[in-house]
């Protein structure tokens, strides 16, 4: 299944529930601040929820309350991935922003962010400091392979629900244009 880049039409930004997911490095977190600060929609990080301190995982169902609280809003914007419970996400969403940034890309800016990380990105949990966990790695060069089929699904089974994947800084600032957020 191929998804392509299709912009937003301006005069139909009404989306008050916008569901941003990808691969890790891809920029959602940095996306998802700088669209909360144009919409003043509630932010919500799913990385911020699903760990506790010191990178230990929170019980899954307390995890899945939590999304299930958030989902059920008027209007937000979710940042994460969480395969597992994706479809919570994307049935209550009316956008949803895939970002599918090249494996070297993200491998750069995973490592970059180990010393540059932007203070302003409130996406962690206490004392959960920025580091590299082979697993972190593993998922993010695996991450296009494990989400293609649930994708499909859901964009099936879901087809009012808007899909744009965003490949490359290009098609993210085409976005941006749509949106009013370049500076």
Same mark, same amino acid.
């Given at each position: 299944m191929k998804i392509t880049f299709n912009?937003?039409?301006k005069s139909h930004f009404s989306f008050k529930k916008i569901m941003i997911f990808g691969r890790?490095?891809?920029?959602k977190s940095t996306f998802s601040l700088a669209l909360h600060k144009v919409t003043n929609l509630p932010l919500h990080h799913l990385d911020k929820h699903f760990y506790e301190s010191h990178w230990v995982e929170r019980d899954r169902d307390e995890f899945l309350n939590i999304q299930r609280s958030i989902v059920e809003k008027d209007a937000w914007i979710i940042d994460g991935n969480n395969i597992k419970s994706?479809? +919570?996400r994307y049935a209550k969403?009316?956008?949803?922003?895939?970002?599918?940034?090249?494996?070297w890309i993200c491998y750069g800016r995973i490592i970059k962010r180990l010393w540059d990380k932007n203070i302003e990105i409130d996406d962690r949990a206490?004392?959960?400091k920025e580091?590299?966990?082979?697993k972190l790695l593993?998922? +993010?060069w695996s991450f296009e392979e494990r989400v293609l089929e649930p994708l499909r699904v859901l964009k099936e089974k879901y087809p009012d629900t808007r899909l744009i994947e965003i490949k490359n800084d290009r098609e993210l600032g085409l976005l941006k244009d749509e949106l009013g957020m370049r500076e």
């Open positions: 912009p937003l039409e890790p490095g891809s920029g994706l479809e +919570m969403a009316d956008l949803v922003l895939y970002f599918n940034y090249p494996r206490p004392a959960c580091i590299i966990h082979f593993r998922y +993010m």
